[in-house]
């Protein structure tokens, strides 16, 4: 996996995050990789098999999806990713309570190079009373749940929230991928060129949103893809990120 992403600091306590992500679609080299845009709400630890996530957002999966359409997922895993959790409602865990907004549906409009700009908004917050993890689309609908009893450190709250973009390279023939992330050109290319998340917020132990003061930046390999994070009043915390993996700096 490579990642272009921004992230809080586990300094506090969070219950929940939202973002305002500009949709694309990318091109994915060969059929069992993707390319993926996200929030990640986590909690455990990276380097054991703890790991609580809660995720949503746009992904492009031949493998999944049979097509190379942007599409709206969720996913959750409570132990690393090993044995527990999946896409969708591919298993017994988030509960759809919408039935007007299909997980696993295509997204349209898309952005264009230069043109049109299209961006979905999605926030993930704690219930305060039940626990449950509930996920909003758009303008506020509530398109379902992921039930507390899933997690085991969610169970409590979020100690890192993540924004960004991630891809697999397969590295076929020991290349790496041509697969690219966002709009697949790089941050500094700028609006309508590069794909975006803006108005970045967290939730707070009273459930209230607060901008996003000061995040950290990711990117395992800058020539491959990359991120540059900024601020305005109108956009809050936002970032560019994304790029085309394999080209001449890009081993």
């Not at 703890?50 to 999966?61: P, R, Y």
């Not at 697949?184 to 996003?212: C, I, M």
Request: aromatic share 14%.
């Amino acid at each position: 996996m490579q990642h272009a992403i921004a992230y809080t600091g586990s300094s506090q306590e969070m219950y929940g995050a939202k973002a305002t992500i500009n949709v694309w679609d990318p091109s994915i080299q060969v059929i069992n990789e993707f390319s993926l845009s996200q929030l990640w709400i986590l909690s455990g630890s990276f380097d054991g098999t703890d790991l609580n996530s809660i995720e949503a957002g746009w992904q492009v999966s031949p493998e999944l999806y049979g097509d190379s359409r942007p599409r709206l997922f969720t996913y959750w895993t409570s132990d690393s990713y090993r044995a527990t959790g999946c896409y969708n409602l591919l298993c017994a865990g988030f509960i759809q309570t919408n039935s007007r907004i299909a997980i696993g549906a295509a997204i349209s409009p898309v952005s264009s190079y230069d043109g049109n700009q299209y961006d979905i908004t999605i926030l993930i917050w704690k219930d305060p009373k039940v626990g449950n993890w509930w996920m909003s689309f758009g303008d506020n609908t509530l398109v379902g749940y992921w039930p507390a009893e899933l997690f085991t450190h969610l169970a409590d709250h979020a100690t890192m929230v993540e924004w960004g973009g991630e891809v697999v390279n397969s590295r076929t023939n020991g290349q790496h991928t041509f697969t690219q992330m966002g709009s697949g050109h790089f941050a500094e290319d700028g609006f309508g060129k590069a794909s975006y998340f803006r108005n970045l917020q967290t939730v707070d132990t009273d459930n209230n949103l607060s901008s996003v003061q000061g995040i950290s930046t990711l990117a395992e390999n800058t020539n491959c893809y990359d991120i540059k994070s900024y601020y305005s009043n109108e956009w809050g915390t936002y970032f560019y990120y994304g790029g085309p993996g394999n080209n001449p700096q890009c081993p």
